[in-house]
């Protein structure tokens, strides 16, 4: 499928041409392993996705200006641009919410150990105890 100059994501579709595309079709999935920029627009905010290309692997990166400056937030490898990613990406670069890390494991199976710790065995001890 050829790529357009102006490719727009709106209401979870793809804009380009006259073709609509569903977002996380395996359209959707092709397109992107041919295209090189997109924009994004959405009740919470826009941006401009754009493809990097690093040690022979493609990543995307979302930009938008926010007072005068250029903010950048990593979207994921092709197969990781979901319409819930692109959205995350939205609202992080609008400010409203800080974008969430990728985890492998799966959801609803948080373990609440895992959280970090202080490990007060490095903290000097005048911070903890009065000198």
Known sequence: MPVYARSIVKDNFLLTGTTAIPIGSQLWYEWLSTAKKFSFKSRSGCFSAQVETR?????????????????????????????????????????QTRLKPFTNRPRGNENYADKSRIDMSFLPMTKVNVP
Do not use: C, F, I, M
């Open 55 to 95: 040690r022979n692997k493609t990543y995307w990166h979302a930009y938008r200006r926010r007072a005068g400056k250029l903010l950048k937030v990593y979207l994921g490898k092709t197969d990781e641009l979901t319409p819930e990613r692109l959205e995350q990406a939205s609202l992080s670069l609008t400010g």
